[in-house]
C-alpha cells in the first residue's frame, strides 16, 4: 500500500497568516498517462470530508483562492495564504492513483 | 444539485452484522462509481472498499475483504455497504463517497452526511 505521510500534525495559525502542510507519498503518484492523484481534504469539526484541491493543484469549485497545491511525484504542500476562522479543521491528503486509496494522518489547524 | 444521503445511525451487538446505505441524487448514478470510508471516534479517514455501479465491480481493502459486501441497486439509485462480524473496532462514522466511474474520471468529489455504527453489547 502507498504510504502517506503529513507533517505537521497540529498547525497552530494566527489569523491572517500564511499555513503550509506537507504530504509524502511512500512511491510516485504517477500515473500512466501523466495524472498525478493527490488529493487534499478539509474536515471541519462536526462535517464530513470536502474535497478542496484534486490532481495536485486543482482547486474544486467553491474554494476560495486563498487554497492552493503543488508538488510532485512523491512530494505536496497545500497552502492557505491567509488564514481565517473557517479554515479550523483537519487537513488530509489522499492518494487516489491506486487501491487501497491511502491518506495522511490529518494535520489539526487551529487559531492561535 | 449533487447529493449522498446515507442511511440513519444504528447500534449493533458485536458478532452481528451492518447495513448502510447511500442514495444518489442530481446525477447520472451509473456514471460514477462509490467508494466508503470510514472514521473512528477521534481517529483518521480510512478507505474500505469501492463499487462501480455500472457493471457491480468492486475493490476492497484487505482489512476488510473477508467481513464487507458492497452492492449497487441502479432501480433506485443506491449503494449498500454491509459489514459483518462486527467488533467494538468497527465503532465509526461510514461516510460514501462518489467516485471514478463508467464515465467520469473523479476522485471522492462529493461525499455523503455520514452515518454513526455504534458496536455495543
Known amino acids: 500500500d502507498v504510504v502517506m505521510t503529513q507533517s505537521p500534525l497540529s498547525l497552530p495559525v494566527t489569523l491572517g497568516q500564511a499555513a503550509s502542510i506537507s504530504c509524502r507519498s511512500s512511491q510516485s503518484l504517477v500515473y500512466s498517462e501523466g495524472n498525478t492523484f493527490l488529493n487534499w481534504f478539509q474536515q471541519r469539526p462536526g462535517q464530513s470530508p470536502r474535497r478542496l484541491i484534486y490532481?495536485?493543484?486543482n482547486r474544486d469549485s467553491g474554494v476560495p483562492d486563498r487554497f492552493s497545491g503543488s508538488g510532485s511525484g512523491t512530494d505536496f504542500t497545500l497552502k492557505i495564504s491567509r488564514v481565517e476562522a473557517e479554515d479550523v479543521g483537519i487537513y488530509y491528503c489522499?492518494?487516489?492513483?491506486?487501491?487501497?486509496?491511502?491518506f495522511g494522518q490529518g494535520t489539526k489547524l487551529e487559531i492561535k | 444539485h449533487v447529493q449522498l444521503v446515507q442511511s440513519g445511525a444504528e447500534v449493533k451487538e458485536p458478532g452481528a452484522s451492518m447495513r448502510v446505505s447511500c442514495k444518489a441524487y442530481g446525477y447520472t448514478f451509473r456514471d460514477f462509481g462509490i467508494s466508503w470510508v470510514r472514521q473512528a471516534p477521534g481517529q483518521g479517514l480510512e478507505w474500505m472498499g469501492y463499487?462501480?455501479?455500472?457493471?457491480?465491480?468492486?475493490k476492497y481493502a484487505l482489512k476488510f475483504q473477508d467481513r464487507v459486501t458492497l452492492t449497487t441497486d441502479t432501480s433506485t439509485d443506491t449503494v449498500y455497504m454491509e459489514l459483518r462480524s462486527l467488533t467494538s473496532d468497527d465503532t465509526a462514522l461510514y461516510y460514501c463517497?462518489?467516485?471514478?466511474?463508467?464515465?467520469?474520471?473523479?476522485?471522492?468529489?462529493?461525499w455523503g452526511q455520514g452515518t454513526l455504527v455504534t458496536i455495543s453489547s
Open positions: 463499487i462501480n455501479t455500472d457493471n457491480g465491480n468492486t
Open positions: 490532481k495536485v493543484s
Open positions: 489522499m492518494q487516489g492513483k491506486e487501491w487501497p486509496y491511502t
Open positions: 463517497a462518489r467516485d471514478w466511474g463508467a464515465k467520469a474520471k473523479v476522485i471522492a468529489d462529493q
